[in-house]
């Protein structure tokens, strides 16, 4: 059974700092781009970063640059968001996601949900102002 697990979220007043963990289980995604996304109340889903199987390509939306930085360990199957200088605005539930049968990188185009198969429950990040 494969499972993509997000730990780390949690409540943190705006300016401070968290870091988001993906461990996958039940195949590698070593060959895979993965990404996170986030969805706030009322809001649609967005792509936040994306990252490729090599780590060579990232993806970042403009409102997280320079604030959030997205890696990844492939002999830990597992990928990692930071997040600096949080702001209330960040606050949503983050899932992360992994492709399962294309290991092309888009560039700007893996931001979209439906080049990912396999999704997380999703961790709750709350910033308080």
């Known amino acids: 059974q494969v499972q993509l697990v997000e730990s780390g979220g949690g409540l943190v007043q705006a300016g401070g700092s968290l870091r988001l963990s993906c461990a996958a289980s039940?195949?590698?995604?070593?060959?895979?781009?993965m990404g996170w996304f986030r969805q706030a109340p009322g809001k649609e889903r967005e792509c936040v970063a994306a990252?490729?199987?090599?780590?060579?390509?990232?993806y970042y939306a403009d409102s997280v640059k320079g604030r959030f930085t997205i890696s990844r360990d492939n002999a830990k199957n597992t990928m990692y968001l930071h997040m600096n200088s949080l702001k209330p605005e960040d606050t949503a539930v983050y899932s992360c996601?992994?492709?399962?049968?294309?290991?092309?990188?888009?560039?700007?185009?893996?931001?979209?949900?439906?080049?990912?198969?396999?999704w997380g429950q999703g961790t709750q990040v709350t910033v308080s102002s």
């Open positions: 039940g195949r590698t995604f070593s060959n895979y781009p």
């Open positions: 996601a992994a492709a399962g049968g294309d290991r092309r990188w888009y560039g700007l185009g893996q931001r979209a949900p439906t080049l990912y198969d396999y």
């Open positions: 990252i490729s199987w090599s780590g060579g390509g990232t």
